[in-house]
Structures are given as C-alpha cells and as structure tokens.
C-alpha cells in the first residue's frame, strides 16, 4: 500500500524568504504521480504543482518548484518569496493505480510579515 | 468557468440519522471523488465514480455510499450516523479517470453529528 509522510506539522517562514516543506512516500509502483495542495482557512483545495513520475525535470509554478528525487522516494516543495497569502495548509499527495489518491497529514505554514 | 460545487455547507445530525451530500463537478468533468478529512487524520479516499459507474471505494463501512447521476453530478450517503463521522466532506472532479488528470476540489460539506 502507499504511504504519504509529511514530517512537519507546521512551519513558519518570513515574508519574501524561501521555505522548504518535505514528502516522502512509499510504493512498490513505477509510474504515477506526486501533487501538493493547498488548503487555506476558506477550506478550498488548490492544487499548486504536479510532478509525473516518469519525468526527471522538477516541475515548477512561477514561485512554487519541487526537488523530485524517485530513488529516495522524496517530494519537496519549495517556495520562494514568500506571501502572506501562502498561508495555509500543505498537503502532498500520490496518486496511482485505481485513482486513489493518498495524502500526507500535511504541514500548517504561516507566513509572517 | 464553474469550478466544483457543493452543497449544503454545513450539514447537524443526530447519531442513527442519514446524510445526504452532494456534488456538482467542472462542466466536462466525468469523474468524481468523494474524500473524508477528519481533524488531525488528513484526506481519506471515500469514493469514486466515473459514467455512473462505481470505480473504487476506499477503506470505509458499506454505511458510506453514493451513486453518480447521468449529468456527472454526484450524492455521498451516510446511514447509520457516528460521532466519528463527523468532518469535513470534499468532492473533486477530474476530466475521465486516469493518472494523468488533476483533481479539482470543491469547497466541501462540514458534517456535524451530535
């Protein structure tokens, strides 16, 4: 069965720093992919970046990058020039056979001004 | 474009009672997912459903169920009402089932039992 690790519960970043949120996972599968979310206080899930397992570029969204290392089985999100808007909860998940998509417990990040 | 819908916001029941959610996906969307985030325990695969049909189910008693309407829109049904049911219910939709396609969150139903 795949699991998703998010080791940190909650981190903390200045305003226009870079912050770092970690993912491991576990499985047995070649092919599939990797996702993190973002839950902010309204509730909503946003999904910020996606990464193909078969693909050996980190993905990157503007100000939102992954280092993708598939032999270590590690996912981190990195973000720089932190805004206040980035608050919010963290959430990788892995997705594979029979579409169902596992998340990690995720990581509360509070950006302070 | 309409992203994923929802409804009601906010669901009281009583211990024993049924509760009935549902969901609208993005237009052109086929496949929805119903998730179960409880405090503290993270997302938990409830369901899904593409062309009507029942794909998969996750980890939970036969109490949880649903069903999928021929406009893709969705209803997750919860017999027998625990406490432990209690949480947040988010539906996401997808463009047909598969790997490559990102799931789209809606704004999710807060099931309260008492």
Same mark, same amino acid.
């Given at each position: 069965? /795949?699991?998703?690790?998010?080791? /940190?519960?909650?981190?903390?970043?200045?305003e226009?720093e870079t912050?770092t949120?970690?993912?491991? =996972?576990?499985?047995?599968?070649?092919?599939? =992919?990797l996702?993190?979310?973002k /839950?902010?206080?309204?509730?909503?899930? @946003?999904?910020? @970046?996606?990464?193909?397992? =078969?693909?050996?570029q980190?993905?990157?969204?503007?100000?939102?990058?992954?280092?993708?290392?598939?032999?270590?089985?590690?996912?981190s999100?990195? @973000?720089?020039?932190?805004q206040?808007?980035?608050t919010?909860m =963290?959430?990788?998940?892995? &997705?594979?056979?029979?579409?169902d998509?596992?998340f990690?417990?995720?990581?509360? &990040?509070?950006?302070?001004? | !474009?309409?992203?994923?819908?929802?409804?009601?916001?906010?669901?009281i029941?009583? #211990? $024993?009672?049924?509760?009935?959610?549902?969901? *609208?996906?993005? *237009? %052109?969307?086929?496949?929805v997912?119903?998730y179960?985030?409880?405090? %503290?325990? %993270?997302?938990?695969?409830?369901?899904?459903?593409?062309? +009507?049909? !029942?794909?998969n #189910? %996750?980890?939970?008693?036969?109490r949880f169920? $649903?069903?999928?309407?021929?406009?893709? *829109? *969705?209803?997750?049904?919860?017999?027998?009402?625990?406490? !432990?049911?209690?949480?947040?219910?988010l539906?996401?939709?997808?463009?047909? +089932?598969g790997? #490559?396609?990102?799931?789209?969150f809606?704004? +999710?139903? #807060?099931?309260?039992?008492?």
């Amino acid at each position: 069965a /795949q699991t998703v690790t998010q080791s /940190q519960p909650e981190m903390s970043v200045q305003e226009a720093e870079t912050v770092t949120l970690s993912c491991t =996972y576990d499985t047995s599968e070649n092919n599939y =992919y990797l996702f993190w979310y973002k /839950q902010p206080p309204s509730r909503q899930m @946003i999904l910020v @970046i996606r990464q193909e397992a =078969y693909k050996q570029q980190n993905a990157t969204e503007n100000r939102f990058s992954v280092n993708f290392q598939k032999a270590a089985k590690s996912f981190s999100l990195k @973000i720089s020039d932190s805004q206040l808007g980035d608050t919010a909860m =963290y959430f990788c998940a892995f &997705l594979a056979g029979n579409n169902d998509m596992r998340f990690g417990a995720g990581t509360r &990040l509070t950006v302070k001004p | !474009e309409a992203g994923v819908t929802q409804s009601p916001t906010h669901l009281i029941k009583t #211990r $024993g009672q049924q509760a009935t959610l549902r969901c *609208s996906p993005i *237009s %052109g969307h086929t496949s929805v997912y119903w998730y179960q985030q409880a405090l %503290g325990l %993270g997302l938990q695969f409830l369901l899904w459903y593409d062309e +009507g049909e !029942e794909r998969n #189910r %996750g980890n939970f008693p036969p109490r949880f169920s $649903g069903r999928q309407f021929p406009n893709y *829109s *969705s209803e997750l049904n919860v017999n027998a009402l625990e406490l !432990e049911d209690s949480a947040l219910y988010l539906c996401a939709s997808s463009l047909a +089932g598969g790997r #490559r396609n990102e799931q789209y969150f809606g704004p +999710g139903t #807060r099931l309260t039992v008492t």
